[in-house]
């Protein structure tokens, strides 16, 4: 495996977003994360831990992929949020936007509860791999067309939780 974006370089940038995320939204207004289950949990973690007491959370899991390496497109939604949105700055925190098949279907099914806003942060995002033309605010790193796993990214299950994000062999 070879490491494509070490701890610290990837502990900077997460403090970097939550600092960018805390100057956008007004002062006096909390702000609600949506985490994707089960990627976004080590993002999502770091990202709120850098952040101030105006931060809730709730987490959301879908299932894209199963244990291949390439998307199917077929999103199914696993578990679903646990209170509404409507009236909160939603934000959907996810691992890595690649087709972008999954976020389009979360954005979708997140906008139709009335957010007040809604945005997405993706620690990572690999363009070169979009199927759909799907916004995403924040981006920790954009990477090359790689199979990646570490950071809260598996494959088969494994690897989520390394400290690093590396590139799986093979890919
Ligand atoms: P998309 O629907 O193709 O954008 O796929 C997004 C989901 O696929 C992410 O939430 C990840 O779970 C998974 N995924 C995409 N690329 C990778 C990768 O390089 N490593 C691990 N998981 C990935
Ligand atoms: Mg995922």
């Not at 999954?102 to 954005?107: P, S, V």
């Not at 363009?127 to 920790?140: F, H, K, L, N, Q």
């Not at 494959?155 to 093979?170: C, H, Q, S, T």
């Amino acid at each position: 495996m070879n490491v494509l974006l070490d701890a610290e370089t990837i502990q900077a940038r997460v403090r970097e977003l939550a600092g960018e995320i805390e100057r956008d939204y007004p002062e006096d207004e909390n702000i609600h994360f949506v985490c994707v289950l089960k990627g976004g949990f080590v993002f999502m973690s770091d990202l709120v831990r850098a952040m101030g007491p105006r931060v809730t959370l709730d987490f959301i899991a879908v299932s894209s992929y199963g244990k291949s390496t390439k998307s199917s497109g077929e999103v199914r939604m696993l578990k679903d949020l646990d209170s509404g949105l409507e009236g909160r700055h939603t934000i959907i925190i996810e691992d890595i936007v690649d087709t972008g098949l999954t976020l389009t279907y979360l954005q979708d099914i997140l906008r139709a509860r009335s957010p007040k806003t809604l945005r997405t942060a993706c620690l990572l995002s690999k363009p070169s791999r979009r199927a759909v033309d799907v916004t995403v605010e924040y981006v920790g790193f954009t990477i090359e067309d790689k199979f990646v796993v570490g950071y809260g990214l598996d494959y088969a299950e494994k690897y989520r939780n390394l400290a690093y994000i590396a590139v799986l062999d093979g890919t």
